[in-house]
């Protein structure tokens, strides 16, 4: 049954990414039509907006959107486009699954990590504060029961649902009695509800250093929204870098895949850019419109071009360009 979803190209590169995996989804048979939108700095030079009411309204009704990374300018500058959104349709759950893939050289072999992040609260959303008359900029981590409970839940049913053995929650309750302290006793008050899953706790700064001494011991992992957005880049590094990771931002009526790479406007139009990330988070997608055996095929297609150096692009060692990966993959679908 064919299903239509919104999506966003977004600049840099995303444009290019955005075709050849649209291209790969086609030539798969997904079944999928695409209503087509800009955000960030493409729409805002279009039309003055950085999130226009079309591309609200599309997300709204189609429920699903696939995103191309957006430029998020450091310091002064527009706000994060993916906060805004993620906050905008309560995307609280940021879902960052990091599996070893062979033929992708890394340091270490066998990972298969997920990472539940909390999505809309905490130091990351933003709520920042400032007096002027003494110079002074506080930045809250809002942390409520509601977004405690409702993260640690889904990474527990997703534990329960995939035969997953073990989950770690991550915190820093030792200094930060309040806040973190809080998330950390909602959190075992929900592992008391799953007996059938493991769980233990680690903080923040231990758990770093165990994912760089001793990733194969972890399974799913939780957190908060700030600490899971460092967590979820250092797990991307062990298994090969943000340009083969997928990321999902779900909630209770939408979801949005997106890479989790940056723009790369310096290699922008130059069919140099490697569209696994987005892939990726595609083939999740796929899975969550039950899309399960076109979305196999394609990880696997897709899997067999990542072996083949001749056909990877050059941030994996190889000289293909971004449509030569596509084509590659498409010829390893069957």
Known sequence: MSTTITLIQGDGIGPEITDAVVSILDAAGADLNYEKHDAGITSY???????TEELIASIKEHKVALKGPITTPVGDGFRSINVSLRLMFDLYQNIRPCKSIPGVATKFEGIDIVLFRENTEGLYSGLELFDERHQI?????????????????????????????????????????????????????????????AWEDKIIDNMCMQLVAYPERYDVLVTTNLFGDILSDLMAALVGGLGIVAGANIGKDCAIFEA???????????????????????????????????????????????????????????????????????????
């Open 260 to 334: 989790v790479h940056g723009s790369a406007p310096d290699i922008a139009g130059q069919n140099k850019a490697n569209p696994t990330a987005l892939l990726q988070s595609a083939i999740m997608m796929l899975r969550h419109l039950n899309k399960f055996e076109v979305a196999n095929k394609i990880e696997q297609a897709l899997f067999k071009t990542l072996a083949d150096k001749e056909y990877c692009t050059g941030d994996l060692g190889g000289k293909a360009g971004t449509k030569e990966f596509a084509q590659s993959v498409i010829a390893n679908l069957v």
């Open 137 to 197: 900029y506080d930045s809250i981590a809002r942390v409520t029961r509601l977004g405690c409970d409702r993260i640690v839940r889904a990474a527990f049913e997703y534990a329960v649902k995939h035969g997953r053995k073990k989950v770690t929650i991550v915190h820093k309750a030792n200094i930060l009695k309040s806040s973190s302290a809080f998330f950390l006793h909602v959190a075992k008050e929900v592992a008391a509800e799953f007996p059938q899953v």
């Open 45 to 51: 030079n279009a039309c003055g907006k950085l999130i």
